[in-house]
Structure formats: C-alpha cells, structure tokens
C-alpha cells in the first residue's frame, strides 16, 4: 500500500493545470516571441482538457499558440522537461496535441523561423469586409491615442473564411460554453474590431475582438438580428471597445426598416451590462425618456420610441427606462424614492406570482408532502427576503451602469 501512494505522488507530478500550460499570445514583432510580459493564458480549457482542465503524462508542460497580431497566422508547439513513458513504461500520456489539433485549423507552422517569415508577410495583411466605425482610445500610461476600425464581412470576402477559423480558436479559451458556428449559413453577418497601427513607417493592423450576429425571420417580412457570440481578446479588455462594437453593431441594423428589433442568445452576465450601458446611452436622447417623463412612469411611448428608432425590444426598454429613471430620482426626496422602490418590486414580482397562479392550478394534482413542499418555497415572508435581495442587487447593476453613462 505504501508502494502504491510513493507512485500516485510520482504519477501526479506529471498533471499539469491546463489553464496555465497553454500560452497565447498575439505576436507583432519577433523580439515579442520571448517575451513573457506578452502571453496570456486561457479563462477555460475544459472544452479540450475535461472539467477538471488537468492533462497528465507531462512535467513542465507548455503548450505555445501564438498568432501573428493581424493575420492570426499560428505557430504551435509543445515543450515539456519530462514525458511519463519515459519514467513509467505502462502509463500513457494523454493526447495534449491532438486536442488542440482538432480545434486549430491546418496550416500551422512548427517553428520559430517559419512564423517569423509569416509575420514579415503582416505587412500586407488588411481588414475584411467594409468599415462602419472609427474610433480612438487614450492610454493614459503611454500618453497617447490609439486609433480603432470595425468591420463587417461575410464569407465571401477573401481569406475570410481561413482567418475566421484561426480568429474563432479564441472562443474555446474564453466563453465557457462556445462552440463553433456553421459559417456555410448565409444568415451570420460578423463584425471585427481592430487596431491601426504604425510599423517601420507602414500601416499594419492587429486584431482586437469580434462578434457573431444570426439573421432570424420574422414573420411576414422582417428579421431580427441575435448576436450570438462576442469576444473582446484580453489584451484589449477594459479599453471599452466592447462598448464601441455593441454600439456599431447597433448603428448598423438600426439602418435597416428589415429589422425588427436586435436580441442576444444567452447573454452573459458581463454582455448584459454591457447592453444596459449601450442601449440607455442611446435612449437618453429620446424624447419619451426625458426627466419629467421617467417620474410619470414606463410608458408605451417609450416602448415604441426606443423600438421605431433604435431597435430595441418592450423588456429592454423597460430595463433602460429603470436605469435612466433612478438617475432622475431625487434620492433625498422620500416619496419619489419609495415610487421607484415599489415599481421595480411589481415587477420584480411578476414570477412570483405566476408561480402563485401555477400552484394554485396544481393543488388538485399534488400529493399532500408536494404541496406543503410548494407552499413552504412560497412562504411570504421568504418571498419579501428574496424579493429585497434582488431589488439590491438591481440596485448595484444600475448604479455602475449611471456612473459608466457619467464617464461617458
């Protein structure tokens, strides 16, 4: 027994977190290819690694995905200081290549001189699709602007389609349940972010981020855009340029009288603030949400305003109109902030009481134990405690949102 627990430590010293194996790094000059203040590690490797994002059967494992900034042509490697075989002749390594293979398109270099000879080709390297929007960002640290485009192309532009498989890799690193789309479907339309830069006195550019957008139809005649997926790379988040693409992306289908509002599938946590901030940035203009209107309450004029002019969906606007009607509440006139207070609780409520109307329905259905199990989960003195709960925390959303419009 002692034997066998000498020889589990032995074997574990060959698991390695894949989380920190995999090195990312998005590569502008040669000299970056050995710079470690330029990788980045995966949120997620679980897709390629299992839950646990552990792999086994090396010591030291590193596994290198590095991509040039613009074109996103990759060079991937493997380097390890001991292989499990090679100590343990029974045990076989799992298969670390072969995972990241499947997820990589073919056409990767092994080697450093061949990556360097793809970067040197950067310099040709340009943007896909036509330009909606350009912007700049002020890095305070190095006292300067930096300008950004976005794109929008479709699978008929050159080389898109090939770019698009390198760029889409990222997604299993960084949205936890992502899965690659059917880009033969004509109905996906794709916006990409990216940096313009200078290089040697040559215009170069480097890639950003993007977002996924599925065309729907809407009966008769109409669609309605849902944006699917959305990545800005870490090395550019918190620049705001997820902000700059929702709004673009936006402009763009707000052109369109074929549009019937735009939506989000399984927004994140992260995308719905995002979305709060963008879409109440846009309303704050309209006319149907100024101060004196937002006092009186939510109004069908601000459901068809935000709709008619800016695409925007009856439960969306009603959120806008929460945030924008906290700004406009006077915090230290009582009256005005129990108003608002118990508007968002009737709303807030609104589950609960379906789930009243439910159980109502299914009293004559359930078993004794059932019910009483039922009646105790609508308790109401649970119900208050869960319904403030959530109202704080409303509260808090709305609140970061209105310092964020402020900053703006």
Same mark, same amino acid.
């Given at each position: 027994?002692?034997?066998?627990?000498?020889?589990?430590?032995?074997?574990?010293?060959?698991?390695?977190?894949?989380?920190?194996?995999?090195?990312?790094?998005?590569?502008?000059?040669?000299?970056?290819?050995?710079?470690?203040?330029?990788?980045?590690?995966?949120?997620?490797?679980?897709?390629?690694?299992?839950?646990?994002?552990?792999?086994?059967?090396?010591?030291?494992?590193?596994?290198?995905?590095?991509?040039?900034?613009?074109?996103?042509?990759?060079?991937?490697?493997?380097?390890?200081?001991?292989?499990?075989?090679?100590?343990?002749?029974?045990?076989?390594?799992?298969?670390?290549?072969?995972?990241?293979?499947?997820?990589?398109?073919?056409?990767?270099?092994?080697?450093?001189?061949?990556?360097?000879?793809?970067?040197?080709?950067?310099?040709?390297?340009?943007?896909?699709?036509?330009?909606?929007?350009?912007?700049?960002?002020?890095?305070?640290?190095?006292?300067?602007?930096?300008?950004?485009?976005?794109?929008?192309?479709?699978?008929?532009?050159?080389?898109?389609?090939?770019?698009?498989?390198?760029?889409?890799?990222?997604?299993?690193?960084?949205?936890?349940?992502?899965?690659?789309?059917?880009?033969?479907?004509?109905?996906?339309?794709?916006?990409?972010?990216?940096?313009?830069?200078?290089?040697?006195?040559?215009?170069?550019?480097?890639?950003?981020?993007?977002?996924?957008?599925?065309?729907?139809?809407?009966?008769?005649?109409?669609?309605?855009?849902?944006?699917?997926?959305?990545?800005?790379?870490?090395?550019?988040?918190? !620049?705001?340029?997820?902000?700059?693409? %929702? $709004?673009?992306?936006? *402009?763009?289908?707000?052109?369109?009288? &074929?549009? /019937?509002?735009?939506?989000?599938?399984?927004?994140?946590?992260?995308?719905?603030?995002?979305?709060?901030?963008?879409?109440?940035?846009?309303?704050?203009?309209?006319?149907?949400?100024?101060?004196?209107?937002?006092?009186?309450?939510?109004?069908?004029?601000?459901?068809?305003?935000?709709?008619?002019?800016?695409?925007?969906?009856?439960?969306?606007?009603?959120?806008?109109?929460?945030?924008?009607?906290?700004?406009?509440?006077?915090?230290?006139?009582? !009256?005005?902030?129990?108003?608002?207070? %118990? $508007?968002?609780?009737? *709303?807030?409520?609104?589950?609960?009481? &379906?789930? /009243?109307?439910?159980?109502?329905?299914?009293?004559?259905?359930?078993?004794?134990?059932?019910?009483?199990?039922?009646?105790?989960?609508?308790?109401?003195?649970?119900?208050?405690?869960?319904?403030?709960?959530?109202?704080?925390?409303?509260?808090?959303?709305?609140?970061?949102?209105?310092?964020?419009?402020?900053?703006?």
């Amino acid at each position: 027994m002692a034997g066998l627990n000498s020889m589990e430590k032995k074997l574990a010293e060959y698991k390695c977190d894949t989380n920190e194996a995999i090195c990312l790094k998005l590569v502008r000059y040669p000299e970056d290819i050995d710079d470690e203040s330029t990788t980045f590690h995966p949120e997620y490797s679980h897709q390629l690694y299992g839950d646990d994002e552990v792999a086994f059967g090396y010591k030291g494992l590193q596994i290198q995905l590095y991509y040039t900034a613009g074109n996103l042509s990759t060079l991937f490697r493997m380097t390890y200081s001991a292989k499990v075989k090679d100590s343990f002749d029974f045990v076989e390594p799992d298969d670390v290549e072969g995972k990241i293979r499947e997820i990589i398109p073919p056409g990767f270099c092994c080697g450093t001189d061949d990556f360097v000879s793809l970067l040197e080709k950067e310099a040709n390297f340009r943007p896909f699709g036509s330009l909606l929007h350009t912007y700049t960002v002020h890095n305070v640290e190095e006292g300067d602007d930096f300008t950004f485009q976005i794109y929008k192309a479709d699978m008929s532009c050159a080389g898109f389609r090939e770019y698009h498989e390198r760029l889409q890799t990222f997604l299993m690193f960084f949205i936890e349940t992502a899965s690659f789309i059917d880009v033969d479907d004509d109905r996906w339309d794709y916006f990409i972010v990216f940096e313009k830069y200078n290089k040697d006195g040559e215009t170069l550019f480097a890639t950003v981020g993007y977002m996924t957008v599925y065309n729907y139809y809407v009966y008769p005649d109409k669609t309605r855009p849902r944006v699917s997926q959305m990545l800005i790379l870490p090395t550019y988040q918190g !620049e705001g340029h997820g902000a700059q693409l %929702l $709004e673009a992306v936006h *402009r763009f289908y707000c052109t369109s009288p &074929k549009v /019937q509002d735009i939506t989000a599938e399984d927004p994140s946590e992260n995308y719905v603030k995002l979305r709060d901030f963008v879409l109440a940035k846009f309303c704050q203009g309209l006319p149907a949400f100024s101060t004196d209107k937002l006092l009186q309450g939510f109004s069908e004029d601000m459901a068809t305003e935000a709709r008619e002019n800016l695409k925007i969906n009856k439960k969306h606007a009603r959120r806008v109109y929460e945030i924008l009607r906290l700004r406009a509440t006077d915090m230290s006139d009582d !009256e005005q902030v129990r108003e608002y207070r %118990l $508007e968002v609780k009737r *709303r807030l409520f609104g589950p609960y009481k &379906k789930n /009243q109307r439910e159980l109502t329905k299914m009293r004559k259905y359930l078993r004794p134990e059932e019910l009483a199990s039922h009646v105790s989960q609508m308790d109401t003195q649970v119900q208050h405690e869960e319904l403030e709960r959530s109202y704080q925390q409303v509260l808090g959303d709305y609140r970061r949102v209105i310092e964020r419009l402020a900053q703006a």
